[in-house]
């Protein structure tokens, strides 16, 4: 731009600022700038000076990195940008806060917002705490039908929501773009669509549920006949759809009542934490195993996967069974209830024992009982399982059925595969990505003349125009013409369904911080509304269909986060007679690559989240990577020998071959995993992730085709790969019942039952002695001591941690993380043994190698009322408050390490280095202004969110009362989905955590070192079924290790 | 203080403890001639430049170590103290001979100390330094270690006076001063003989300002004899205090492999065992080529080999005990820290710290060995090596495997664990260099004593008396 078109530019809107003044006469104020220059030329002035601020309210703080340069920019237009923005960004809409209506906004006090996380298309519920304006913390809607818990996945969305990673604007090949060019480019080449009818447009979305999505599409379908809609994601329900359809002729979408089963067989189901209503699924179904007040009765689960997962880890008998051979364990379930489903394939013994006796209890429970099938299971398992539930008269009381959720019910492999086919064949002029990153995690499509692979990459390069809508300028954004950087849920507006059809609205609390657009957006602007916000898109899309009064029924809706009683209905479906006749034939398998989403960065989607990648992977507590996961017979049947030294970190590789594809990665031995089979995680190895999460582990889509999806077996081979990596693990495995020592050396010792770190019985022991679990431990009696003891009056706070209910799903941790604003710290880190979670699932496994049980206990500081670490800090850094906790003063810290090195439980957190971020802008944002963000050289740990105490008893006070039962809430206890975490007031006998403290399953972790921790545990109980071998729990030890003076409970 | 031997007609089987054909005079230029009139040697400058090029590493790790934080070691959680302690425990117990040799054996009139006194006492003072570096440093924020020292403050806050720790910095401390104290008041003659003896004035006038206006006065000495036989009443307390402290760090702790009563004797027989190592390490070698042979004769080799054997005994008692207690306390996590100590993933460092500290020191109980300097050169490394891992086995083996089997983790030392330990032996060695070139190492008026002309003979009192007692630096009025 020469000197003399700058001069014209800026004239005019310098007259039109000034004419602004003059036209305000006498005593006609402007406050600022702001007000004086808000006209549109001059924005448009700014927009084209400084493309890099895509939008003038984009505040320069959140834009990083900011180099000098920039810099000196941003201060030469300060008037604009510093002078002239304002520091609140709530969305100009109206939202309602959930339940304190803030008068105005009250600085320093949080509010809540009710909104909705989508994933894999499905709402969950969710309250969003918002501090000045700024989303912090993700709790769970406790009035949703997915009720309170949270994942892990929502818990970090909130640090996506500032990565500063993100995308950050509109781009046309690389370059920064406005909206309006985005709009005029887009424009002519739908024009170019509308005389084809638009034959040659593809829209490809992932999974949707949203009904004004769906409403959206339907208008542009009306203007594009010709076009097509595609929708893929990894995380497909490609089986269930297929198989709802096999066994009953219709789609359907299976909801499971978990509250009325007494026996659950999972088929390879992970049911407890991952999938469409994981978090309703978890409560629900834990409600059934509580034991409290005396009960003695728990419902039962048998669990035949192929992968450890944490459902498999909770279950009373768990079988590992290759991927492959879960449908012949299924058919052999199925005859055993006399429902013809087909011959089985070869089962072992066992496999076939367990399936006599499951089908046996399943029988004595019809009514009561359900089967529930893995997502990525083939079609024929679910049309099994549907057969079975409609055979023992689950449906309506275990499962009901409805229509999908899904606003495009496809099969999603199919679909990518005729999107990869047209775009081969160039019959797409103009393919839109509405989110999803295909670029990266399509799978291989073969050619369906040549049997040669295609990837999707190389096909949509055929493509004339791509446009991509994406949260990040990732992978599929390199390859499109156009980039669109879309909204975070929590930026834009939008509704989606939850797992049982309830309409829930994506309430944003922020408007967008980089200007980004959403679906709808995109939508209306192809269905030729352009300018209408996506605010008024979803209302007025509702304004239709919530009744007469609308605007408070709105209002209700936003308040409470999800239309009530807009649950689908069940539909009545009826098994197919010949449903066994379409059954495909078991495939004879030798060995099996079975692909599985990550659990902490899902398809890869979250790579970018450090909170996620730093979240050790439930089971093997692997942190940062991806790998392969194999059962130690079929490692060292080729040549790989199990590590010497449990996780010292070197991992040996392994060589993957599937049709000649080829990927090397590190081989992982696990516990428990069916042998001739592979689990490798989706997620990893991306390119274009961000600077956290790109070229972290492997890329397994490589392998991944779309047929087999997910449990590849066909010119399957593992081979010894050359070389080690290093895989950053924060647990090193360990039996707890035996040391791993082989040695006769001492007499007593030997095993590590003796610690009592967990206490577990079966049921049958459990009902016949309540304190069964307690045999054997000791714990030092309150007489012991000669000091008086210290009476705490008031609050006396506690803990009970039910580890029967726990499912180790890591959403505590993360809400820890996020609450107490805890720092990552990365791989090498990690591998150290410097991460810095305050609370962390340790995993135990009891029994051999080839099918161990596995138990969960979260751990976090204790709170001993005789704590270890107060005696030994040598400046008073630590010490205990009048109400039973242990506290940690950052300020006055040295950083000695011998509190930490004096603690029984490990619990406490040392600051190496300066790991808190202290220069990134945008991520100053995500923190909790409540909790301090710890300096090098200090220890920190737990600290029962003390803020939180702090803010209930601050309330109470001004309303003079004491603090309710209930009112305070841990971020690990709000977080949890099964209620397992229940904290409150011990001096208040009424309070839940008094109750549970008086449970007989109620016990201390090292009770007999005499810390008298203020956090208990209620020892877990497994349901075994005495024809499968019965009590494995605590019977064995029975009789040994009678400590002298053993004082029960 | 002069023996009586030979006027009981007895006569001494073993070796002298100084060489024969000395009188007051060539025995003062022997020693004090190391100091004022030998140049540099290249096996100096050459010992030295790579002692202090060792001691610039220290310099730069300190200031890594300040810049980024203790995390650029391999301590982690659980181990939580690593290198750092173990060195700090490692040299505060090297430094544990010096004080016993000048303080108890003084006490217990052992005379034959007076050669290795001064040498011994230098190093406990370089070890101390050494050590104090750790604890100083090894903390998250070294910038207000100040606070671990009951000082009144405006925050009115005091330190825990239960925590080990603060006894830690009380004991070392003390330990410290009273060394250096001791250290200084022992040199104050020689210093005087020094200044006298000097050619150059500079160093008369430094000499003249160390040596205090020291002139040989009865009444200097007969003050400097009571007042360095207080400062050995004081000292001896601490050879068994300090190393019992620096055991509470752990034995108050409740890790297993930490909390046992039999710390305190056993800390402290390690660090007599270890210090006596290192005096022969160190002295073996000085003594050669400083040709001091007559000075630090093979009595006093031999004397030390017997302390090193019996302190050594202690420890291996220390080690059978802690055996003996996990296995009768019928404690689960007792008799796991010894299980895991004898055969877990460290299992041989333990094996390897038996052998260094039980099985090769058993080679002194024959004559002939205790008699070849190489041999007792060699064993005296094993000790250093094997007192080290006996730190290692306790502080890090410990910790890596306590209660909850969740958080065990192993351990692995960084570079910079590895250039701060050898930094701070860089560091010693450089001070003990400069000592050994500016410092008389030998005791002069100590070892005139033990002169046959300084046996004090009835009818010669008076005539000694006049000529100047002892001393060789015969004080000179009116200079």
Not at chain 1, 83 to 100: D, F, H, M, N, S
Not at chain 1, 314 to 341: C, M, Q, W, Y
């Amino acid at each position: 731009m020469s000197h003399q078109d700058h001069h014209h530019d800026i004239e005019p809107i310098r007259e039109e600022i000034e004419q602004a003044a003059r036209g305000r006469s006498g005593r006609e104020f402007w406050r600022s700038l702001e007000e004086l220059a808000d006209t549109d030329r001059f924005r448009e002035f700014l927009h084209r000076e400084f493309p890099a601020l895509n939008a003038p309210e984009t505040d320069p703080s959140l834009l990083d990195p900011t180099g000098r340069r920039n810099f000196m920019k941003l201060m030469s237009a300060s008037l604009a940008l510093a002078g002239l923005t304002a520091c609140t960004r709530q969305p100009k809409e109206k939202v309602i806060p959930y339940v304190k209506v803030p008068e105005g906004l009250v600085p320093g006090k949080s509010s809540f917002y009710a909104t909705a996380m989508t994933l894999g298309g499905v709402a969950q519920g969710l309250l969003v705490e918002s501090n000045e304006g700024r989303p912090t913390k993700i709790e769970g809607n406790p009035d949703h039908p997915t009720r309170g818990g949270t994942d892990v996945f929502a818990q970090a969305s909130v640090l996506s929501l500032y990565d500063p990673d993100r995308s950050q604007s509109v781009t046309y090949l690389g370059d920064v773009r406005t909206w309006g060019d985005f709009l005029n480019g887009f424009r002519s080449a739908l024009d170019g669509q509308r005389t084809k009818q638009g034959n040659g447009l593809r829209i490809l979305s992932e999974t949707v549920t949203s009904p004004t999505f769906a409403e959206q599409m339907r208008k542009v379908m009306a203007q594009f006949p010709q076009a097509k809609w595609h929708t893929y994601e990894p995380a497909s329900r490609d089986g269930a759809r297929a198989g709802a359809v096999l066994a009953f002729g219709e789609t359907a979408n299976a909801v499971y009542r978990f509250e009325n089963a007494s026996v659950v067989l999972s088929l390879d189901a992970d049911f407890l934490t991952n999938g469409p209503g994981a978090t309703r699924y978890a409560r629900d179904f834990m409600s059934r195993r509580r034991l409290t007040d005396g009960a003695t009765e728990m419902n039962r689960l048998y669990m035949v996967e192929s992968t450890m997962t944490t459902t498999g880890a909770k279950a009373d008998h768990r079988l590992p069974l290759r991927a492959v051979e879960v449908d012949s364990f299924a058919r052999t379930v199925a005859a055993g209830l006399g429902i013809n489903a087909g011959a089985p394939g070869a089962l072992s013994a066992e496999a076939k024992k367990m399936a006599d006796v499951v089908a046996r209890d399943l029988k004595a429970s019809a009514g009561k009982a359900v089967v529930i099938a893995g997502e990525h299971q083939s079609p024929a398992v679910h049309a099994i399982a549907n057969a079975i539930n409609s055979s023992l008269g689950a449906i309506g009381n275990t499962v009901i059925y409805t229509a999908p959720i899904e606003a495009n019910p496809v099969d999603q492999a199919g679909s990518i595969t005729e999107l990869v086919r047209d775009m081969n064949a160039e019959r797409v002029d103009l393919l839109i990505i509405l989110g999803g990153n295909p670029v990266y995690n399509a799978p291989i499509v073969k050619d369906e003349r040549t049997g040669k692979d295609l990837s999707f990459l190389d096909a949509m390069k055929k493509v004339g125009v791509r446009v991509h809508l994406g949260l990040y300028n990732d992978e599929t954004a390199e390859h499109c013409q156009w980039h669109v950087a879309e909204s975070h849920y929590l930026e834009g507006w939008s509704d989606a369904l939850a797992y049982d059809g309830t309409a829930s609205i994506v309430q944003p609390l922020i408007q967008p911080l980089y200007g980004g657009k959403n679906g709808h957006d995109i939508l209306a602007v192809m269905g030729n509304e352009p300018g209408i916000p996506a605010y008024e898109i979803i209302r007025n899309y509702w304004k239709t269909r919530l009744g007469a009064d609308f605007e408070t029924s709105w209002k209700q809706a936003l308040h409470d986060g999800f239309i009530p009683n807009s649950a689908l209905t069940a539909k009545p479906v009826t098994l197919k007679a010949d449903f066994a006749a379409s059954l495909p034939a078991v495939p004879n398998v030798a060995q099996e690559i079975v692909f599985r989403i990550d659990p902490t960065v899902h398809d890869g989607r979250f790579a970018n989240n450090s909170w996620l990648q730093e979240l050790p992977k439930p089971i093997n507590k692997v942190t940062w990577d991806n790998f392969a996961i194999i059962s130690s017979k079929t490692a060292s049947s080729i040549g790989l020998s199990p590590k010497e030294e449990p996780n010292h970190t070197q991992a040996k590789m392994l060589k993957l071959v599937h049709e000649g594809r080829e990927l090397t990665l590190p081989a992982w031995i696990q516990p428990g995993h069916p042998d001739d089979s592979v689990t490798v995680y989706l997620g990893y190895g991306r390119s274009r992730a961000g600077s956290v999460g790109t070229k972290l582990g492997f890329n397994t889509y490589t392998l991944r085709t779309a047929e087999t999806a997910f449990v590849a077996h066909s010119g399957v081979k593992f081979e010894i790969g050359s070389g080690s990596y290093e895989l950053a693990s924060t647990q090193e495995h360990f039996a707890i019942d035996t040391s791993g020592i082989k040695s006769d050396f001492m007499i007593a010792g030997e095993d590590l039952t003796a610690r009592h770190i967990l206490r577990s019985a079966s049921l049958e022991e459990y009902s016949h002695d309540t304190h069964v679990l307690h045999h054997g431990a000791h714990k030092p009696g309150k007489e012991l001591t000669v000091f008086p003891h210290w009476k705490y009056d008031g609050y006396s706070w506690g803990m009970a941690i039910d580890l029967n209910a726990c499912v180790g799903c890591n959403a505590c941790v993360v809400a820890c993380q996020s609450e107490n604003n805890i720092a990552v710290v990365g791989k090498e880190l990690v591998a150290k043994g410097r991460i810095m979670h305050w609370l962390r699932i340790d995993t135990y496994f009891k029994g051999g190698v080839v099918n161990p049980e596995v138990y969960f206990q979260p751990m976090m500081c204790q709170q001993c009322e005789n704590a270890p670490c107060e005696v030994v800090c040598p400046v008073n850094a630590t010490v205990h408050d009048a109400e039973g906790l242990n506290v940690q003063v950052y300020n006055r810290c040295v950083g000695t390490r011998y509190c930490s090195n004096n603690c029984p439980y490990k619990v406490r957190r040392f600051n190496y280095l300066l790991y808190g971020d202290w220069e990134t802008p945008s991520l100053k944002n995500v923190r909790n202004p409540e909790v301090t963000i710890r300096s090098r050289g200090v220890m920190e740990k737990c600290t029962f969110c003390t803020q939180r105490i702090q803010a209930a008893k601050i309330e109470a006070e001004k309303q003079n009362r004491p603090v309710r039962d209930g009112e305070i809430q841990t971020a690990c206890q709000t977080a949890c989905p099964t209620e397992a975490i229940i904290f409150g007031n011990l001096n208040d006998p009424a309070s839940r955590v008094a109750k549970l403290k008086n449970e007989p399953r109620n016990y201390d972790v090292l009770a007999d070192l005499n810390t008298r921790p203020r956090a208990s545990y209620l020892g877990p109980i497994r349901n075994s079924n005495s024809e499968l071998g019965g009590a494995k729990g605590h019977g064995d030890s029975h009789g040994g290790q009678q400590a002298g003076g053993a004082n029960h409970g | 203080m002069a023996d009586k031997i030979e006027n009981n007609g007895y006569v001494d089987p073993r070796p002298p403890v100084i060489g024969p054909g000395y009188t007051f005079e060539t025995l003062t230029s022997k020693i004090a001639d190391v100091v004022l009139m030998r140049r540099f040697q290249k096996g100096w400058i050459f010992g030295f430049g790579i002692a202090f090029l060792l001691a610039l590493v220290l310099f730069n790790t300190i200031a890594y170590l300040v810049l980024k934080g203790v995390g650029i070691w391999g301590n982690s959680v659980p181990v939580g103290w690593a290198f750092d302690i173990i060195n700090f425990v490692w040299w505060i117990g090297i430094g544990h001979a010096g004080t016993l040799i000048s303080a108890i054996l003084l006490l217990l009139r052992q005379s034959w100390r007076n050669s290795i006194n001064r040498f011994a006492e230098a190093m406990t003072l370089f070890a101390v330094a050494c050590a104090g570096l750790f604890p100083a440093l090894h903390t998250g924020r070294p910038w207000v270690d100040y606070w671990l020292f009951p000082y009144p403050n405006t925050m009115g806050m005091w330190p825990n006076f239960r925590s080990p720790l603060m006894w830690d910095v009380f004991a070392v401390s003390t330990y410290a001063t009273v060394s250096a104290i001791f250290w200084f008041i022992g040199l104050i003659p020689d210093f005087g003989t020094m200044r006298d003896t000097a050619k150059q004035p500079w160093q008369r006038a430094i000499f003249g300002i160390l040596s205090m206006g020291w002139r040989g006065d009865a009444k200097h000495w007969h003050r400097y004899e009571s007042a360095y036989l207080l400062l050995a009443g004081l000292s001896t307390p601490l050879v068994l205090s300090v190393h019992s402290i620096v055991s509470f760090d752990f034995s108050v702790g409740i890790i297993p492999g930490w909390h046992a009563t039999i710390f305190p004797p056993y800390f402290v027989a390690g660090a007599v065992y270890a210090g006596f190592a290192m005096v022969l390490t160190i002295g073996i070698p000085v003594r050669k080529f400083y040709n001091l042979e007559d000075f630090i004769t093979i009595r006093h080799i031999r004397n030390m080999c017997k302390v090193m054997l019996a302190t050594g005994l202690i420890v291996g008692y220390g080690y059978l005990m802690e055996l003996f207690f996990a296995w009768y306390s019928g404690n689960t996590y007792e008799q796991f820290m010894m299980k895991n100590r004898m055969f877990g993933p460290y299992g041989y460092m333990y094996w390897l710290l038996i052998l260094c500290n039980i099985l090769v020191p058993q080679l002194l109980w024959v004559k002939k060995y205790r008699d070849n300097l190489l041999v007792v050169f060699v064993v005296s490394m094993f000790i250093n090596v094997g007192m080290w891992l006996e730190r290692f086995v306790i502080i890090v083996m410990s910790l890596h495997r306590d209660f909850l089997p969740s958080s065990w983790r192993m351990y692995s030392p960084s570079l910079f664990d590895f250039s701060m330990f050898f930094g701070t032996i860089g560091l010693f060695l450089t001070l003990m260099f400069l000592f050994l070139r500016f410092v008389p190492i030998i005791p002069m008026f100590e070892m005139k004593v033990m002169l046959p002309q300084a046996k004090v003979e009835e009818g010669d009192e008076a005539a000694q008396k006049e000529k100047g007692t002892l001393g060789g630096a015969v004080p000179q009025f009116g200079d």
